[in-house]
């Protein structure tokens, strides 16, 4: 028996065969990333204006590929997951990516290939850097994207993988393309030796109810295809070769969370409403437009946290204006009369961009982040007011603004706010003022709530944050894990206080962070009053199944 522990992307059971699939098996001919074959002479240089036709032509093709590959997922999946193509689709249109690679091929006169690969591996850095599991994520995003212009330059075909019978697909990483072109009738589930639990193949897995391990240390070369295997995506564990009696175990729980899942699916189109008759709001956090369609498919009552922070990462230049306003336009207007909660731009050191003149800090976390970084740059945050305040009229707009710890912090939001108003009623353009709130994720904005309550018409209780600056420490540092209490008395009592102190002035509370999620804590949530909780869209049902059992 060989056990392996890595990180679940999608909760549920699978047992079966393994496909153990490496590199050769699923991409036989990969580009060498080089052009040795199409390199001039020394004394001879590379056409750039010949190299770049080459690319223009090699990004029309990809695209085409994935306007396939997303009118397949549209089918297959839903829209959520054309979504997944479309956001590529989106990359080859980045300006900033192409004019990377273009660059460097009239600079160093290499070939589009080289210029490529160069151009991926950065932008892959950048992300990877960026110490986020969004952006993170995003890496994956344009390496797969690099490989697929790198495979029209040379001309390959894509194909996908043949399974000769339902397995469990075994693999040191997989692309979204490369997943969805598998027969997903006989996929029992996925393990990845690379991988994030936010990546497209990710979000993939989640959306076809496939058990998903991402980050598994394994070995390929010691693993076989028609290998027993045992996928716990509830536990995060994969078991190679187990014994009869941890595959009855396997089988048994197998029947049981089908009938959990069958039992979900119930809970659509339900009331969030307790036993007793308590109701409370169920939204989704979302980290861009391309997740509106899975909040939706997921019942979300709305959208309790959209991180803008998407459009401003992976560029050399800030978003401008008009491409906010659409962005946000957009969710606006597929969420309908659903509540929508956009939260300004937070970044800072940790999470930057060069046009921001950001520099390394020894400690982000107590850094020029949130709203600092927007009282440190005014045009960019009156840019995003704009867009905003104008993007209001299509829908159900709340604005959220991060890292408060004092009323003056507000009061100059608001003065701040009033100059944008002003600069839109003199061009005359449309606009509308949403309701204006304020994150709850510092032990000094949880002690001065009952003033904040006065001016802010809601609060987000960011419990991520908050439970890292409550116990004083770092909730990435792994060491620290056993001290990384979200369930700490301190923090129940501190958000406890800021429902109290709100309620006192009339206005809601809500919980954005990863405690929301926590069904062992939604009980409690309930008592203190909290009017909302905002999970990942895959999990608004489990949580208003377990809050429809609560007397």
């Known amino acids: 028996m060989i056990r392996f522990v890595g990180k679940s992307a999608h909760k549920g059971i699978a047992a079966g065969p393994a496909a153990v699939l490496r590199e050769e098996d699923l991409r036989p001919e990969r580009s060498k990333n080089a052009c040795q074959d199409r390199k001039a002479p020394p004394d001879r240089k590379t056409d750039p204006e010949e190299e770049i036709r ?31 193509f479309e956001a590529h689709q989106m990359i080859l249109e980045d300006e900033n990516y192409l004019n990377a690679i273009c660059e460097r091929i009239r600079t160093e006169q290499t070939c589009a290939q080289d210029a490529v690969a160069a151009a991926g591996e950065h932008f892959s850095k950048m992300f990877l850097g960026m110490d986020d599991d969004y952006m993170e994520a995003r890496a994956a995003d344009i390496k797969d994207i690099s490989e697929r212009l790198l495979r029209c330059l040379d001309e390959r075909e894509e ?42 193949t990710a979000i993939l897995a989640r959306m076809m109810n496939i058990p998903a391990l991402v980050a598994v240390p394994m070995d390929l070369s010691k693993l076989r295809t028609g290998m027993k295997a045992i996928v716990d ?27 959990k899942a069958a039992l979900l699916m119930e809970m659509k189109g339900r009331e969030n409403r307790t036993l007793s008759g308590r109701k409370i709001e169920v939204y989704a956090n979302i980290g861009g437009g391309g997740e509106v369609e899975q909040a939706l498919e997921n019942d979300a009552g709305g959208i309790g946290l959209m991180r803008s922070e998407f459009l401003y990462l992976g560029r050399e230049t800030p978003p401008a204006e008009e491409e906010q306003f659409l962005a946000y336009r957009t969710v606006l207007e597929k969420m309908g009369d659903k509540r929508v909660i956009i939260r300004t731009l937070d970044m800072g050191a940790d999470k930057g961009a060069d046009y921001l003149g950001t520099v390394r800090e020894e400690n982000p976390a107590l ?98 944050d908050l439970t890292q600056y409550t116990l004083a420490l770092d909730r990435r540092n792994g060491n620290l894990a056993d001290f990384y209490d979200p369930g700490h008395k301190a923090v129940l009592r501190m958000i406890k206080m800021v429902t109290e102190n709100a309620h006192r002035c009339g206005k809601r509370v809500g919980i954005c962070g990863e405690m929301a999620a926590d069904t062992a804590l939604t009980e409690e949530f309930l008592k203190m009053g909290i009017d909302e909780l905002s999970v990942s869209p895959s999990l608004i049902l489990p949580l208003r199944k377990r809050i429809r059992e609560i007397s």
């Open 54 to 84: 080459k690319l223009e032509q090699a990004v029309r093709t990809a695209k085409e590929q994935l306007g396939s590959l997303c009118q397949k997922a549209a089918l297959e999946v839903g829209k959520n997951g054309a979504a997944i």
């Open 159 to 200: 194909k996908g993988f043949v399974l000769t019978e339902p397995s469990v697909i075994v693999a040191e990483d997989l692309t979204p393309a490369e997943t969805l072109l598998m027969d997903r009738k006989k996929i029992l589930a996925f393990v990845t030796v690379c991988g994030f639990v936010n990546s497209h």
């Open 367 to 464: 850094g020029c982040r949130g709203i600092r970084i927007c009282f440190r740059r005014p045009d960019l945050f009156k840019t995003q007011l704009r867009a905003l305040l104008r993007a209001s009229v299509y829908g159900n707009l709340s604005i959220l603004y991060p890292m408060i710890t004092a009323t003056a912090e507000v009061m100059r939001i608001y003065q701040i706010l009033e100059e944008v108003k002003e600069e839109l009623r003199k061009e005359q353009a449309a606009y509308t003022v949403p309701e204006q709130g304020i994150m709850i994720e510092t032990p000094a904005a949880v002690m001065v709530s009952d003033e904040l309550a006065r001016k802010a018409d809601f609060f987000s209780v960011g419990t991520n």
């Open 233 to 259: 995506g509830i536990n995060g564990e994969v078991i190679f070769e187990p014994d009869e009696v941890l595959i009855g175990k396997a089988e048994q729980r197998i029947r049981e969370e089908k009938e």
